[in-house]
């Protein structure tokens, strides 16, 4: 449940600030079945990740994190 929470916030800035998955994984240079897999809720990301991902979205990373 906790991973599907991180998966569709991060899924919802990726598309607010006009990404696509392909546009997104290429800027953090992963692949775009990994990032696939944490918008599934397949996979929660790590710590570091969440940072990159925030950083790379120009948001803080407390928007990507799920509420508690």
Do not use: C, H
């Not at 240079?29 to 990301?45: D, F, K, T």
């Amino acid at each position: 449940m906790e991973a599907e929470k991180w998966g569709r916030r991060i899924r919802a800035y990726r598309k607010l600030k006009g990404y696509t998955q392909e546009s997104f994984a290429k800027d953090l240079g992963i692949s775009v079945s990994v990032l696939g897999e944490v918008e599934r809720g397949n996979r929660i990301p790590s710590r570091d990740f969440v940072k990159e991902m925030a950083d790379t979205l120009k948001v803080p990373v407390e928007e990507l994190s799920p509420e508690e």
